[in-house]
């Protein structure tokens, strides 16, 4: 919140929900890296194979360069497996996430006056 200037708690109600899985990386001082996959809720539900959400990837400033988000990354898509997944990527991480096979899927939109866009991973057959 403090780095990227976002004055608003990201208190959303989905980190206790059934399901969630946290996924981090940690040392004696703390987390350095973090994310969650969850079951997607409303329109893109109505879908044959409702797809997985990944966010709140985060890794702290003073971590960063190590391979830790894209470890998780891969621990995340060991989880989502054969579904489909989707996330908000702030549009200068755009290609970090093309690495692990999502594209944009939509406009760019601003979220806390940070620039955003959707990104997709198709599911692949069973």
Request: with cysteine; glycine share 10%; charged share 25%.
């Amino acid at each position: 919140m403090v780095e990227q200037k976002c004055p608003f708690p990201e208190i959303d109600g989905r980190d206790t929900e059934p399901g969630v899985v946290h996924l981090w990386v940690a040392d004696e001082t703390g987390p350095l890296s973090y994310l969650r996959v969850f079951d997607s809720t409303g329109a893109e539900v109505r879908a044959e194979q409702p797809p997985v959400r990944i966010g709140r990837v985060v890794t702290a400033a003073h971590a960063r360069g190590r391979g830790l988000s894209g470890a998780l990354m891969l621990a995340a898509l060991e989880i989502v497996g054969s579904r489909p997944s989707l996330l908000d990527a702030q549009v200068d991480t755009a290609s970090f996430y093309a690495r692990f096979g999502f594209a944009v899927s939509g406009d760019e939109y601003l979220e806390d006056d940070i620039p955003h866009v959707l990104m997709t991973r198709p599911g692949t057959p069973n």
